[in-house]
């Protein structure tokens, strides 16, 4: 008998997706515009997906800490490099916007959500150090998105390949029929 993952999670586990495409594509697209005013308010909104990202992860955590998945009968080398690349994703989901924030800060920004200072100042403005910040951000932002094709990958040769319900256990309940659930629903 197939299990699901609880709502909550699944909700957060595909929002996480769209917001993470967003930011980056946000950040992407900067790069090719030449107006300034426009690379700053793409910047800008940027920053806010990202803050909505942190957010989003450490709502996650408190939902699968009440929910936790059950144990898998039985541990594979494969099941425990599915455990690696999503403690990677998860780590660099928390570790990203909190870089973001202090190479924001060092530039002499202030981080604001929704147009209000949410933040204390962190760190002191040092243009040098900040640039650096942003190059680890930069890379961090890389690694996410090697780590994702290598999971999405693996959750589509689990549907396509071997046929099990991996993928359906993470798909709104519409989509999977009477699938019973992996963690009660909150
Ligand atoms: C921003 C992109 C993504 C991130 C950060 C992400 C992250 C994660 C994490 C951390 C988990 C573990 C769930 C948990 O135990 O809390 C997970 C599970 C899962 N993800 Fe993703 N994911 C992303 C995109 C995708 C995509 C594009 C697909 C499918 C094409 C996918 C399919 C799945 C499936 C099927 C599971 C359940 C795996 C299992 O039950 O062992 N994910 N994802
Ligand atoms: C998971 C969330 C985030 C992701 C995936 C992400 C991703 C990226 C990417 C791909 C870039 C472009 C790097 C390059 O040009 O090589 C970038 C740049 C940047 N991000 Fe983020 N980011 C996130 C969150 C944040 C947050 C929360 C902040 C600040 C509050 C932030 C501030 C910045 C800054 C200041 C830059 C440099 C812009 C520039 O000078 O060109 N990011 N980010």
Redesign the pocket.
Known sequence: MSTR?ARP?IWL?WV??IA?LSTVALALLREVIESHALRTDLLTVHRQLGLVILIGTVT?FLV?WRNP?KAHPSVTVTHRF?AMT?SL??GL?LALPVIGVLATQAHGTTVTLFGAPILPTLIERNRDFSEQLVTWHSWGAWTLLAA?GL??AA??WHHYVRRDD??L??LPPRRRGSTPMLTPDV
């Open positions: 993952h999670i586990h996480t997706l993470v996650r699968r998945p599915a999503h994703m998860y989901l994702i999971h999405a959750a589509l991996t993928l256990q993470m």
